[in-house]
Every structure is written in structure tokens, then in C-alpha cells.
């Protein structure tokens, strides 16, 4: 075991070694540009990016041609969003969303209901699952299009996506995925699943940061974010960042071959945190569906502590709070008060993020450091009062 250990894996993962090595070459013996079509330079890039493409394609079973490069999920958010209610302006101008989406969604819908679009935010169970017929209902035929997420970011609860998708395009809407969190963690099959449209990123699943995709579905019309040069198929213009173009498609074909046995390991490891926590602790409890779950992803709120006192304690463990914070004050968490949570709970709450370097003496080590930790928090406060006749105390003190 090696201190710090990491279990933030919602904000980010490790980039695997084997993805650094194929990303290498592409800074140096392999520098061209992608659209260079008259060198064998540019050709040797092209000939990369279209491998990669594949890779990613296949990671969610899509076609290379439905796959556009982005520099993250953020971007493909908003590519979905805005460049389908731009396109769609003729048919309907209202977005259907779940209140516990990632700002990445929620921030794209603010902006749209400035420019006149209406957004209905759905809210969830206790369980942090949307259901199908709380959608059903939100439907109108004004609506152009639903969006998602598969995977909850800060509850790691899976929403149940193929029910969604038939909901949404039976009245007549689009749907969209915010798949960051699970793509390369759970089988996605966007043909299978019904979805018209899907972002993830590279740096969610060992990758390296910067560089995303969106999945559109053939056929599909979005209005373009960023103009200039016409790649991508028009949809994203600029330069193709090669080397991370090579380590997304190395990473999602390094996922997708290992992702049946890295799921059993992470929900073992998963299962032991759990298991260990709650047998050592009272007052802990797991936030979301335990069935409905990303493999890696434990969120568990403890009971009669302070959040803060909290991460601050595991200061060799890297783990996030439930809590977003701010420049100027910290906010209890969206999602977890979507659940139900009061503002206390939801800011004495733990994201747990387990990645494929973790191992069980690390869980071991976590454990007991957060049981040591809990129980030093909630001891109670020893006062002592002292009588101002105590014949130690100092003459000024007696005065």
C-alpha cells in the first residue's frame, strides 16, 4: 500500500500506464496533422484518429461515423442540448431533465431558458431513481428532447435508461445520456438502448483529460457550437488533438476488454468498503440505490459529524465530500437533498470512488481510519470548570 491512497474516481481516474505508452509516439515520431492529406505525416494521424474512433464506437455500440470528438463531456452536453433545440426550433421548445443531473446539464438548461427555452427538472425517489411515468407525465408535444444521466456523479446510482428511452421517443422526443460516469464501467449499447444521443470522456475511464465524444445517431441534425474548418463532420471545428484522440480510443478498448472482470473486482472492493464500514460504525448509511449502482461508487452519509471535520481527518485519503463547494461558502449537496437528505446529512456524506488501482489493503486501511476518525469525532467534549477558590489558581485569577 502506498499513502496517499485514491478513491476519487468520479472526479477523475489515473491515466493507465499502456495509455500513456500508445499516446507517446503522437507527440513525436508521429506529430502531424490529421487533416493533412498530401504526407505521410498527416496520413499516419488520420490513420490514428480513425482506429480510435472505432474504439470508442465500439465501447458504447455505435458506428465510427456517430462519433464526434469533443474536449470532454461538458462540451458534448452542451453540443447535445443546444445544437438539437437550435435545429429543432420548428418542432418544439422544451427539454425534460432530472433535477440531480450534473451542472454540466443543469447550467446548459439555464442558459436555454434564457433564450426563451422551457425546462421541466423531474425529481427523483428516495433512491435517487427517476421513474419512467414521472417522465410520462412531463411529455408534451411541445417536447424536443430528454436528458438523463446513466450514472449519478455523486451517488453512483444507475438510472434506468432503456425504460427512458422508450418513454421519451414513444411521445415523439429525442434522448440524450450524460454517460460520463459509466461508459467503460457498465455495458452500453446505444442501438440496443434506444439513445439518440450520448456524452462521456476520456478521463472517467484511464484516459487522459481534454478530450470527449458525443455519440449522434445517423440522421440527426444539431446545429454546430464551434465553427471553422468543418471537422468532425461539421459538428465540431478545430484541429483534432491526436494524442488524446489515441489515448481515449486505447483506454475504451482497454475497458471494454476488461470491463466484466474489473466490474467484479470493483464491486467486491465496493462491498468489503461497505461491509467494513457499517460493522465497525453505527449511524452510517448509504445514499442511493444499492442494486441500481455503479460497480466503484459508495456514497454513505455519517451520522453526528461534522463534513468537514470529516475530509480534513482523511487527510491520506482522497475522497470527496457530498457537499459542492464555492469560492465563498459550501454548499449541502443538490442530489443528495433531491433524495431527501437534510442539509446536515447531505454535508457529513462521502463519496467513495474506486479505481482500478485500488486494492482490499487499501479498503482495510480506509476503514479503519474512517472508524478511528468517527470515533474520535463524536466523543464528547471533556469541560472542566475550575472554583475561584482553588488554592492553585494564580492571584489575578481569584480577583
Known amino acids: 500500500m502506498t499513502l496517499p491512497i485514491y478513491m476519487d474516481g468520479h472526479a477523475t481516474t489515473r491515466v493507465d500506464p499502456r495509455v500513456v505508452a500508445a499516446m507517446v509516439p503522437f507527440f513525436g515520431e508521429h506529430y502531424g496533422n490529421a487533416a493533412s492529406r ?57 427539454i425534460v431533465t432530472a433535477c440531480t443531473e450534473h451542472r454540466a446539464i443543469l447550467d446548459p438548461c439555464a442558459r436555454l431558458e434564457q433564450q426563451g427555452v422551457a425546462v421541466s427538472y423531474l425529481p427523483v425517489r428516495g433512491d435517487g431513481l427517476l421513474d419512467p411515468n414521472t417522465l410520462a407525465s412531463a411529455l408534451t408535444p411541445a417536447t424536443v428532447l430528454v436528458s438523463v444521466m446513466s450514472a449519478n456523479n455523486e451517488i453512483g446510482v444507475l438510472q434506468p435508461i432503456v425504460d427512458l428511452a422508450r418513454v421519451a421517443r414513444s411521445g415523439g422526443a429525442l434522448f440524450h445520456t450524460d454517460a460520463a460516469q459509466a461508459a467503460g464501467k457498465v455495458q452500453i449499447d446505444v442501438a440496443r438502448d434506444g439513445i439518440d444521443l450520448l456524452s462521456l470522456t476520456a478521463h472517467k475511464l484511464y484516459g487522459p483529460k481534454g478530450i470527449g465524444a458525443l455519440f449522434v445517431r445517423r440522421g440527426l441534425t444539431l446545429t454546430p457550437l464551434v465553427d471553422g474548418g468543418g471537422h468532425e463532420l461539421g459538428l465540431r471545428s478545430g484541429t483534432l488533438n491526436v494524442p488524446a484522440i489515441v489515448g481515449f480510443g486505447h483506454a475504451a478498448g482497454l475497458c471494454l476488454a476488461e470491463m466484466g472482470e474489473e466490474a ?43 463534513g468537514e471535520q470529516l475530509l480534513i481527518g482523511l487527510d491520506d485519503v482522497a475522497v470527496s465530500s457530498g457537499a459542492a463547494c464555492s469560492s465563498s461558502r459550501r454548499e449541502p449537496s443538490h442530489v443528495l437533498q433531491a433524495l431527501g437528505l437534510p442539509e446536515a446529512a447531505a454535508q457529513a456524506s462521502i463519496r467513495f470512488g474506486l479505481g482500478r488501482f485500488n486494492t482490499e489493503t487499501d479498503i482495510d486501511y480506509v476503514i479503519e481510519k474512517l472508524r478511528s476518525l468517527v470515533t474520535r469525532l463524536r466523543a464528547p467534549v471533556q469541560v472542566f470548570q475550575l472554583e475561584d477558590d482553588d488554592p492553585e489558581l494564580p492571584p489575578a485569577w481569584g480577583e
Open 264 to 306: 467484479v473486482r470493483m464491486t467486491r472492493l465496493r462491498d468489503r468498503l461497505w461491509q467494513g464500514l457499517r460493522g465497525s460504525l453505527t449511524g452510517v448509511s448509504v445514499n442511493g440505490s444499492m442494486t441500481a449502482r455503479l460497480p466503484h461508487s459508495l456514497n454513505v452519509t455519517v451520522d453526528g459529524v461534522n
Open 38 to 94: 498530401h504526407h505521410q505525416f498527416g496520413w499516419a494521424a488520420r490513420d490514428a484518429v480513425v482506429e480510435s474512433r472505432s474504439a470508442v464506437a465500439r465501447l458504447i455500440g455505435a458506428t465510427s461515423r456517430e462519433v464526434v470528438f469533443t474536449s470532454g463531456a461538458t462540451e458534448s452536453n452542451n453540443l447535445a442540448l443546444k445544437g438539437v433545440m437550435d435545429a429543432s426550433r420548428a418542432h418544439g421548445n422544451h
